[in-house]
């Protein structure tokens, strides 16, 4: 699964990377420890005069249908597997019409517990060996508030872990490289076969990860200081204050 993510690239160096044609909306800066039903960055391609732009915004992260009765439906559809994406009825319309990036810098997950985590899930900080911002294959929809205001909300694939998770997690986040992008945000593309063999598990050693401190595990605590590695072999007080088990 992936449900603890990094987002500390700017606006800016998000549009450059990812060829955004306009800046739409941001978030409000970087946060070093996104649960679900927080903001995350998100690109997507739009219609408009002369033509299909990308336009580089953010979404609620936790998909909410356009047809749901209530929006607390997307607290728990912030992951979509890729075996069923296309099926499910929750994500099927977003699949077929409504596909997205969603660059991050980093994710968490948790692994068996180590001699340092006190018997608690030893939690890890994934990214990529070349320091670029992780791109994930999304997809997001739109959802009328009785204001009329409109929400967007977005969830994240996740495939088989390849070589690099595996010995912490069986799931991660599908990937997707540059090549690959104008094809999943094409909202003419329908070939479903060719869109499904685009989630697939990243290269192995494409990813680097080491372990983190206890306290990402309780979402109040924020900071760059969440990032650095620590002795999975030891623990000490201040790490477990705080420190709570993620869902």
């Known amino acids: 699964m992936c449900g ?3 987002t500390s690239s700017t606006p800016e160096e998000l549009a450059e990377y990812l060829g955004a044609d306009e800046i739409v909306a941001t ?3 970087p946060d070093h420890n996104v649960p679900p039903t927080r903001p995350l ?3 997507w391609e739009e219609s408009g005069d002369p033509g299909w732009s990308r336009k580089l915004g953010t979404a609620r992260w936790g998909l909410v249908p356009s047809w ?3 929006p607390s439906v997307g607290n728990r559809m912030f992951n979509a597997r890729a075996e069923t994406v296309a099926e499910k009825p929750s994500f099927r319309s977003a699949f077929r019409h409504r596909r997205c990036l969603v660059p991050i810098n980093g994710f968490y997950e948790w692994g068996p517990a180590t001699p340092g985590s006190a018997g608690k899930k030893q939690p890890w900080l994934v990214h990529r060996a070349d320091g670029d911002p992780l791109v994930l ?14 929400l967007r ?4 694939i996740t495939v088989d872990a390849n070589e690099d998770l595996s010995p912490v997690h069986h799931r991660m986040p599908a990937l997707l490289p540059p090549s690959e992008w104008a094809v999943w945000l094409d909202p003419s593309q329908d070939d479903r076969e060719l869109l499904q063999a685009l989630l697939a598990p990243a290269p192995t050693g494409l990813l680097i990860r080491h372990p983190v401190d206890l306290r990402v595990g309780n979402t ?18 201040d790490s477990l204050l705080g420190a709570v088990e993620t869902p």
């Open 4 to 6: 603890r993510v990094v």
């Open 27 to 29: 978030l409000d800066g």
């Open 41 to 43: 960055p998100l690109v």
């Open 68 to 70: 749901a009765g209530d």
């Open 137 to 150: 294959a999304g997809l997001w929809e739109s959802w009328t508030e009785e204001d009329s205001r409109t």
């Open 153 to 156: 909300t977005c969830t994240v």
């Open 220 to 237: 109040r605590n924020n900071g760059p200081g969440l990032m650095d590695p620590v002795d999975a072999d030891t623990v000490t007080g």
